[in-house]
Each structure stands twice: as structure tokens, then as C-alpha cells.
T-cell receptor, first 114, second 113 residues
Framework: NAGVTQTPKFRILKIGQSMTLQCTQD?????MYWYRQDPGMGLKLIYY???????DKGEVPNGYNVSRSTTEDFPLRLELAAPSQTSVYFC?????????????FGPGTRLLVL | GDSVTQMEGPVTLSEEAFLTINCTYT??????LFWYVQYPGEGLQLLLK?????DKGSNKGFEATYRKETTSFHLEKGSVQVSDSAVYFC????????????FGAGTILRVKS
């Protein structure tokens, strides 16, 4: 099992460009999350999904969009990249919605917007 | 809202020294508490967790006890190794936003041989 995979590992964007960060999991988990990690800060939740076809905003959703057409995939879309979106992005999954659940993280995508 | 506060780093120790990283939390309800570790260039990995008061989580020589009375979940290890050098995050499950994790800012640990 690959677990949670993310592509690309690193990307440089120009201001105003768009891109999609890919996240795929093979653990058959219902819950998926996108977090961003800024230097010296903990992770902040961007969007989450409780199952295929269902997505919802997290704490910092502005400038991002998501979709969840399958259980396995949860892509994150940046439509008009801005320098404030320079960050490391992590995708995570969890099996079910209880407070005891462990979240499993992908290796991250480092994004630089210039 | 829910929050996690952990001690600032970096923490620099010699090999075989004792490690403590403090973590306190504010939460409504009864969250589970977690320590995640991030090695250089990698994603976050679960190190240990505790799901109710007085539970002790342990893994790879690390331990942390869920203290409801002091709202704390301090991470300890009796003898650190160079390979323990990483960033350590304390976190709790919030009932908001689909059971999201609320993270502390992270503590950098550097272990010297």
C-alpha cells in the first residue's frame, strides 16, 4: 500500500497562474483533508471531505477549490496564485469521524509563488 | 475555539539526554491528543496518541500522559538519539470542521552526538 501520495513535490508558480495539487489514497478512508503549513506555524485546514461528492470549507479556504469525485482522489485547485499562498501543502486521510481517529499524512507539496 | 500551545524551540540536546517538550491545550468537549513528528523533507507521522484522561501514549521510547486537570500532554523521552532530530507537533482533534486536527506551532529538536 502506498498510503497517501501527493504530486508534485515542488512547484514554482508565477502570480496569477493556476495549478492543481494532487492527492491520492489507497486506504479506502472516507475523510480527507487539505492543510497548509507556513514557516514556524502549525498546520491550518483549507478544505475537507467526508466522502465522495461531499466537500466543505475549513479555516482558510479563500483562493482554493476542491472536488471529490472518487474515494481515492482529493485534488486542491489554486485558480489565481498569490504570494500569500507560498506554503507547504499536506493532504491527510482518516477512516471515520470520531475524535479518536488518527489522520495519515502525505509527504507534502512545496509551493513557491513569485 | 480550540487551541494548542507548545514550547518554542529549537531545543538542542546532547545524545542520551532527557527530553521534555511541553504542550497545553484549550478545548471544549473531550478531545483526543496527539504527537506528530516531521523528519526533514518528509510529511507528518503519528508518534503517539491518547484518547481519554490519564491515558499514556507511548512509542519508540517517547511517552506522553493526557492530564485533564492541567490540560497538558507533555512529550518525554529518557535518552534521545541523533535520529530523533525532527520537528514535533502537539495536536488535538476538534469537533469542528469534520474532526480536523488543531496543531501547535511545532518544536524543533536538534540532537548532537
Amino acid at each position: 500500500n502506498a498510503g497517501v501520495t501527493q504530486t508534485p513535490k515542488f512547484r514554482i508558480l508565477k502570480i496569477g497562474q493556476s495549478m492543481t495539487l494532487q492527492c491520492t489514497q489507497d486506504m479506502n478512508h472516507n475523510y480527507m483533508y487539505w492543510y497548509r503549513q507556513d514557516p514556524g506555524m502549525g498546520l491550518k485546514l483549507i478544505y475537507y471531505s467526508v466522502g465522495a461528492g461531499i466537500t466543505d470549507k475549513g479555516e482558510v479556504p479563500n483562493g482554493y477549490n476542491v472536488s471529490r469525485s472518487t474515494t481515492e482522489d482529493f485534488p486542491l485547485r489554486l485558480e489565481l496564485a498569490a504570494p500569500s499562498q507560498t506554503s507547504v501543502y499536506f493532504c491527510a486521510t482518516a477512516q471515520a469521524r470520531t475524535v479518536q481517529e488518527t489522520q495519515y499524512f502525505g509527504p507534502g507539496t512545496r509551493l513557491l509563488v513569485l | 475555539g480550540d487551541s494548542v500551545t507548545q514550547m518554542e524551540g529549537p531545543v538542542t540536546l546532547s545524545e542520551e539526554a532527557f527530553l521534555t517538550i511541553n504542550c497545553t491545550y484549550t478545548a471544549t468537549g473531550y478531545p483526543s491528543l496527539f504527537w506528530y513528528v516531521q523528519y526533514p523533507g518528509e510529511g507528518l507521522q503519528l508518534l503517539l496518541k491518547a484518547t481519554k484522561a490519564d491515558d499514556k501514549g507511548s512509542n519508540k521510547g517517547f511517552e506522553a500522559t493526557y492530564r485533564k486537570e492541567t490540560t497538558s500532554f507533555h512529550l518525554e523521552k529518557g535518552s534521545v538519539q541523533v535520529s530523533d532530530s525532527a520537528v514535533y507537533f502537539c495536536a488535538l482533534n476538534s469537533e469542528e470542521y469534520g474532526n480536523k486536527l488543531v496543531f501547535g506551532a511545532g518544536t524543533i529538536l536538534r540532537v548532537k552526538s
